[in-house]
């Protein structure tokens, strides 16, 4: 009995804490949209970015304003939606493909630098915090085991 106890308590405090970091998660990515909605040329150039024409800030406000805003929505709706953790556990996969994507270039071309690098490292941390808290059972399934 206190062991079923003890292990709904700690399952509480995971999906709670969980879901107060999908909701950072998805504030956080809101605010970068919206700063490169604002000011893309400054961001761009802090990304070591240089977009150039229409195509250049197109693709620009694709990945920074659309993958972004898209990225929130979904960790957004994951902290809503505690009862179907496969909706974080695709939230933590869209974090985490930046670090990854940056770690695999760092291969031909090194690691970020700067400003950058902490960013990496912050969506590194929040990504597998994130697929850590996940509710018990497997990862990326539709729900937790009982």
Known sequence: MAVSIARIASSTWRARLRGQLLSVAASAQSLAALAALLDPDRVADAMGLFPVGVNGYSQFYALYVGVRLATAGLALLAARQGDQPILGDLAALFILAQPVGRFVAAFAIG??????????????????????????GRFLSIRPSP
């Open 111 to 136: 690691l970020p630098q700067g400003l950058l690098f902490v960013v990496s490292g912050i969506e590194l941390a929040v990504g597998l915090a994130l697929i850590g808290l996940r509710p018990q």
